[in-house]
């Protein structure tokens, strides 16, 4: 999978320095992914979740250990996956980024 952005990823690791070595590990196997789909995705990361936002959109979600989430929204047609939001779990838990643009 194409993954846009590591920059993103950069700044997460930044942020939350706990997370890097589960975001290099998320990174690394997700590169190399070649998923066509969200029960291939699931075979590799079992936590995954697909969850509907406000705009009727389904974004996928990684548990990066039982601390972050990784919210992203995965094109299997053109092996892209876009990083879009990286939160605590307090913060994921409260579920104003469903809503938030």
Do not use: C, G
């Not at 998923?35 to 995954?48: D, L, P, V, Y």
């Not at 389904?58 to 995965?74: E, H, K, Q, W, Y």
């Amino acid at each position: 999978m194409r993954i846009i952005t590591r920059k993103f990823l950069d700044a997460a690791k930044k942020t939350y320095p706990k997370a890097r070595a589960p975001l290099d590990h998320w990174y690394r196997v997700t590169r190399a992914a070649r998923w066509q789909n969200f029960i291939e995705t699931r075979q590799t990361f079992a936590h995954a979740s697909q969850v509907t936002v406000k705009s009727n959109r389904t974004v996928t979600v990684f548990n990066i250990t039982n601390d972050f989430r990784l919210i992203t929204a995965i094109h299997y047609n053109r092996k892209e996956l876009f990083t879009m939001r990286f939160l605590t779990h307090a913060a994921y838990s409260k579920n104003t980024w469903k809503t938030s643009p």
